[in-house]
């Protein structure tokens, strides 16, 4: 079946230290990968999304992910992480019948 | 509107009541979804709307769980016989183009069935 792995239910991070999230995906060809973020109370906003073309994709507040074929992977990375940070990251994939399907999170926790 | 609109924000209920969630999506956008977050879980798809095509209801748990989209804009969903496990934030979301997996969510509906 088509869908996300999300392998860390909670990462604990220091302020200003680099962050990494995995996401593995089981997609045939080239899949759509999406990275969302929940931030407390609020609802789900778009991060960066990978269609084709360049594997290293930029996102929005300082975000990156990289799509390795290779390794089923598309690992979320923010080099310097600020308190803001601090939220639920859920990496998504698009299948053949539209369906966009979610990890199940992972919760970053921001420590000064 | 300027972004997806839902309500009620949060909806208490008893066991074995019916309730309903709308979802007013963003102003021209012609698909729109439904979701459900659980307690530590991901979001679990429900059912999906797009344009004047049959709905995709391949994500509905069961039969107590229906939705209809009016005049391809505002969309409810209906849980009747409520049970806990029913218990979530119901997540609404919707995008101009299917299939571009861009979507544009809702604060949701949190439903707690005592």
């Known amino acids: 079946a088509q869908s996300v792995t999300q392998p860390d239910i909670h990462i604990t991070v220091s302020e200003g230290a680099s962050l990494e999230l995995r996401c593995n995906y089981s997609?045939?060809?080239?899949?759509?990968l999406f990275w969302y973020v929940q931030s407390p109370g609020q609802g789900l906003q778009l991060l960066l999304k990978y269609f084709s073309g360049d594997t290293l994709v930029q996102g929005i507040k300082g975000f990156e992910a990289e799509f390795k074929r290779s390794q089923s992977s598309f690992n979320l990375r923010k080099p310097s992480v600020h308190w803001s940070d601090a939220a639920e990251y859920f990496c998504?994939?698009?299948?053949?019948?539209?369906?966009?399907?979610f990890g199940a999170g992972t919760t970053v926790t921001v420590r000064a | 509107g300027a972004g997806v609109s839902q309500s009620p924000s949060n909806k208490v209920t008893e066991k074995g009541k019916d309730v309903e969630l709308r979802c007013d999506p963003i102003?021209?956008?012609?698909?729109l979804y439904w979701y459900r977050q659980s307690l530590g879980q991901g979001l679990e798809f429900l059912i999906y709307f797009q344009g004047n095509s049959a709905p995709d209801k391949s994500g509905l748990p069961s039969d107590r769980f229906s939705a209809e989209r009016t005049g391809g804009s505002v969309s409810t969903l209906t849980i009747q016989r409520t049970q806990q496990e029913d218990s979530a934030v119901y997540l609404c979301a919707s995008n101009v183009l299917q299939g571009t997996g861009e979507l544009f969510f809702g604060e949701g509906s949190r439903l707690t069935v005592l």
């Open positions: 997609y045939g060809a080239t899949p759509y």
């Open positions: 102003s021209g956008h012609t698909a």
């Open positions: 998504a994939g698009l299948s053949n019948d539209y369906k966009l399907s």
